[in-house]
């Protein structure tokens, strides 16, 4: 890297650690974009960051999990405490605006320079979601934000991996089942630590909670056991461990009038206590050096192998033309080119 | 390769491309589950793909797109062709049934040996579905199905980029808007060869054809052009080229019922000749060429450097240890790794 170009980078690192919301918005923007050289401000970033405390909300559209999520935003606010949020679901309100809706809702905190709001496409080249929620995250962490909410939707492969990035993930969903137990199959009930049942002044909203319950009883007895507790304290919820891991807690929420709020901000603070108690913090970091690593080891091989067939004029090209006309197969290809690298 | 393990290959790639459902399904369930040289099968398979018109449904769950799929399965049957779904949509009955639903609607086809169903869940490693979803395409388009219906929900990135390996892309939406526009913005609009308002018998339908036809002159002038003609056509469209190409149609239906099955099916067909006729059937051949090619590189590429890491005992966790510990970025490591491979 030349002398001005590591000037440039610096420049940008330490605005980016200072919280300054113009560079770290440009440095997001140039992330998404593959501008040249923002990746080395991230790379430079890595050690100024691990300190969020980083909690995935997902739920179905219309689960009004933006709601929750601005009123936890508000919440910690209230608090002192700095937010992040990456909004990567497309029908919530926080990316950006509808074409012909008016949800304008979250625009309560734009603000307020504690909180910084990301939206992100879901378009761009395969895996790009996990890559740039990745790449967002870190940014936010090293901005300094002490919460960073990454608010997805519970349905897609990608939606779900990016949860696993998070130290705690909320799922919510509301009374009346169907759709959304069908989302709990897709991976979903492996991998919340908190339910919310939200909209709970609808009927139904004891049901949901109980075949819940039930549900986690099956499929994780080992966390279920102490539901009953849960789901039966509506208001200031009490929190207990059991020694082998989490009681996945159960709560009632109804968002757009506040009520159960700030239980579930207990209840995730009280999950950030249990997670460093019992040593699964350290886990769930590892979880995430694990995504970002595979993502950066997948991105620079797949770039230098590019960059090589691309110097060779047309020769991608014609890789494609014979795929296409079922002349050579994908695997054969690729191996032939990774092993003439020495790759086993 | 042994002797008699290509003897076992050569057995199964037979095997499915004489359309049997017990080497398929097995073959299917493999690849998924990375068994060994399952992939080999694969790989002899590509040179007897290729003739399958692959057709991607999407829409929000609730839209009646499983309901659509059901009845283009029916109309398609009945037209003596044989029909290949992939169901990734979580929400879909096509999904295996529910956990605690009773949605069967999709059983009738399940003795019909001219239907074959898989069904994917949206779990597994990052970038795991677009890679199943291909190479579940490619096993049923090797048993030689006429028609493979990828059904997928319109919200995530992995769903969107899994459309784009189809030669036409049917979006379903339903009366009144709201969210569906949202999901509009994910890139749907620039994927959509076919717009189908369903539950047209729903107030409002009109309105919603009126919506997605400004929204198609917005975004996509050059083939939005001749939208009145579609939408006031609700049956027996006619169907018309502009020069520059495909006109999107925007279809109602009430899939429930069967009204406007057949159009939607006449619809898509056109499209197929549309392709055929201007040549875009070879770009989006190359398209998918791309995409596997990709997989398989990337693939290839990851499996291979780690299992160099694996080799030497410990490196693999020393190094998410380093990233985790903020001692050493992933890029950085990942760059180190290539490098010494002498890849750019």
């Given amino acids: 890297m030349s002398h001005a170009l590591k000037e440039k980078v610096d420049a940008r690192v330490s605005g980016v650690i200072a919280g300054d919301v113009r560079t770290s918005a440009r440095l997001m923007r140039e992330l998404d974009d593959d501008v040249p050289h923002a990746r080395d401000v991230l790379r430079e970033l890595h050690a100024h960051t691990g300190k969020a405390f980083v ?3 997902t739920g179905n559209p219309g689960s009004g999990k933006s709601t929750l ?10 608090a002192g405490l700095t937010v992040g949020v990456v909004a990567i679901d497309p029908t919530s309100p926080f990316t950006g605006g509808a074409i012909l809706g008016d949800r304008v ?15 992100l496409a879901t378009r761009g ?3 790009g979601l996990s890559r740039s929620t990745l790449d967002v995250v870190r940014v ?14 519970g349905v897609g492969q990608d939606e779900i991996e990016v949860t ?18 069908q989302a709990i199959k897709a991976g979903i009930l492996e991998i919340a630590d908190v339910f919310v049942v939200n909209k709970a002044d609808r009927q139904g909203a004891d049901r949901s909670v109980q075949d819940l319950r039930s549900m986690l009883e099956l499929f994780r007895p080992s966390t279920a056991s102490l539901q009953g507790a849960w789901a039966d304290a509506p208001r200031g919820v009490a929190q207990s461990f059991g020694e082998d891991g989490w009681q996945v807690p159960i709560l009632k929420t109804v968002a757009t009038d506040g009520v159960g709020v700030s239980d579930v901000a207990n209840v995730i603070e009280n999950h950030r206590t249990h997670l460093k108690r019992c040593g699964d913090w350290k886990r769930r970091e590892r979880d995430r050096a694990r995504l970002e690593f595979m993502e950066a080891l997948r991105e ?24 296409a006309a079922r002349k050579a197969d994908p695997y054969t290809i690729a191996d032939d080119l990774v092993s003439a690298k020495g790759i086993p």
């Fill in 55 to 57: 909690v995935g909300v």
């Fill in 69 to 78: 999520t601005d009123q936890l935003i508000a919440h910690w606010r209230k």
């Fill in 105 to 119: 809702r979250m625009q309560r905190h734009a603000s307020d320079g504690g909180v910084f709001i990301r939206s």
């Fill in 125 to 127: 080249h395969l895996g």
């Fill in 140 to 153: 936010l962490d090293a901005m300094g934000k002490d919460i960073i909410l990454i608010e997805t939707v």
């Fill in 164 to 181: 696993r990035a998070a130290h705690t993930s909320v799922v919510v969903m509301v009374p009346g089942l169907g759709d959304d137990i």
């Fill in 300 to 323: 620079r091989l797949i770039v230098g192998v590019l960059a090589e067939l691309d110097a060779e004029q047309g020769q991608f090209d014609e890789i494609l033309d014979r795929i």
